[in-house]
């Protein structure tokens, strides 16, 4: 077992750096796009190709990096990820055109598609299963504040210094996270067979066809035919894949990992509550501009009360789950969030300010523990043959689901909009949103009161099994 040093400081500060990253990353360009373009002598409209190529980039190769942390070992994986990702951010900050800069995010995302899920795949076999819900708890917060502080560090640095310093500021803390990496990083591996070429073929073009159906369903001159056309090809695609792997001896991810009762429930409620959760960044701020009239840096320091919000859970959700258990804690958790979604549709102009803080405060806290307990519970009872394999769909489900969150909540404002106005619009998205949400609560319902014991240290023969077998 790893000492209480290298709990506190070590591998989980590690993971907890990369994750905020690349959330970082990924939303802290869509402030900047606008600059880049006039530098670039380009339509800020023609610029989404920067953010659409390191999205496609993570997507395809998160199903890769658990073979590939498992046969050359997480700690070689993980640094090699570090490096592509700070020398993706440098040659994007040296680009002088639109495809250099599509180049360089692609090298970009490279490193993003493989340091978070190797970080989070080490982790899990690094500590005990209660230490493992800990230290999880910690690194859910990072994926809960960068999404937010993105668009706000963002518009700072583009507005005082300039649009090369969102790409700059990955570099100083890239190398720190390195080379501490360097120092306590472990090396866990997993014996695998050959690398199936076919079944990685069938995810990515399932990914792909999806993440781009996805994003051309987003935009005002979207294809409808087209982005529905690419969703129902990835859909057959995942068919395809279950088909290979039923047949293949050594599938690149393997279908075993559904025999953890756990994870089919904990990966499916994921997926469904995540639908809800996911369009919430896109929501809330038009919420605020659009629907209630606050200029955008008013909104922009509005919404850290969310990311306040998700810090002060670090410690309460951890004690929820020891007195009243996973079914309990994560049914409650996901009614309350599609409450408060709900109760945003009362919100007009002229409402007290501080009553719209106090709830998004709410909703951040709330959503907080509502992660930590959905992918502990997902992740912690798997056993580690198939450890990674489960860490990879995990990843996908949450890139993909985030993604379909803000198409269905596009597809609802636009639907809404025929009947009223944009806040009478974006007060019945609300509504559907925390229904929608609220759902995944039936899926939770069929988790075991006693389900998730052994992660929270009360099954003291089984976590000590599970200790020794980690080491």
Not at 238 to 264: D, E, G
Not at 394 to 414: D, E, H, K, M, P
């Amino acid at each position: 077992m790893l000492s209480s040093r290298y709990m506190l400081t070590g591998l989980p500060m590690i993971t907890a750096a990369a994750f905020f990253m690349q959330m970082l990353d990924s939303t802290i360009l869509n402030t900047a796009l606008p600059s880049i373009a006039e530098a670039m002598g380009r339509s800020p409209f023609s610029m989404q190709l920067a953010v659409i190529s390191y999205s496609l980039t993570v997507a395809m190769l998160i199903p890769l990096s658990g073979w590939l942390a498992d046969t050359f070992g997480t700690r070689r994986v993980f640094l090699s990820a570090v490096g592509m990702f700070v020398a993706g951010s440098v040659f994007c900050a040296m680009s002088v055109s639109l495809p250099q800069l599509v180049a360089a995010r692609v090298v970009q995302g490279v490193g993003g598609a493989m340091m978070v899920p190797v970080s989070r795949l080490t982790l899990m076999r690094a500590y005990s299963r209660e230490d493992f819900v800990r230290v999880f708890n910690f690194i859910t917060i990072p994926g809960l504040v960068g999404p937010v502080v993105g668009p706000i560090i963002g518009g700072w640095l583009v507005t005082y210094a300039s649009w090369h310093w969102i790409f700059l500021i990955n570099v100083p803390l890239g190398l720190l996270g390195f080379l501490y990496a360097l120092r306590v990083f472990p090396d866990f591996r997993q014996p695998r067979g050959r690398f199936d070429a076919p079944g990685f073929l069938i995810i990515g073009v399932s990914v792909l066809s999806m993440t781009s159906g996805l994003e051309l369903s987003g935009g005002k001159n979207s294809s409808p035919v087209m982005a529905c056309s690419l969703i129902v090809i990835g859909f057959l695609a995942v068919a395809a894949y279950v088909f290979h792997a039923r047949r293949t001896a050594t599938p690149l991810i393997s279908l075993k990992v559904f025999q953890t009762r756990t994870f089919r429930v904990g990966i499916a409620g994921n997926l469904v509550a995540r639908l809800g959760t996911g369009s919430i960044p896109f929501l809330a701020p038009l919420m605020l501009q659009v629907g209630l009239g606050y200029s955008a840096d008013v909104a922009g320091l509005i919404m850290l009360a969310p990311a306040v919000g998700s810090v002060m859970t670090k410690t309460v959700v951890l004690r929820l789950l020891h007195r009243f258990g996973y079914r309990r804690v994560l049914l409650c958790l996901t009614i309350s969030i599609g409450t408060i979604f709900m109760f945003m549709a009362l919100q007009k102009p002229g409402c007290p300010l501080s009553l719209l803080v106090f709830q998004l405060f709410v909703q951040g806290t709330l959503m907080s523990g509502q992660f930590t307990s959905m992918n502990t519970i997902t992740l912690g009872e798997l056993p580690a043959e198939t450890a990674s394999d489960g860490n990879s769909l995990l990843s996908v489900s949450q890139n993909l689901t985030v993604s379909f969150g803000v198409a269905i909540s596009t597809a609802l404002l636009r639907f809404f909009s025929c009947f009223g106005n944009g806040l009478e619009a974006l007060h019945a998205t609300f509504v559907a949103v925390g229904l929608m949400t609220a759902a995944s609560a039936f899926i939770f319902m069929t988790l075991r009161p006693n389900d998730g014991e052994r992660l929270l240290g009360n099954d003291t023969d089984s976590d000590a099994s599970s200790g020794a077998k980690r080491n």
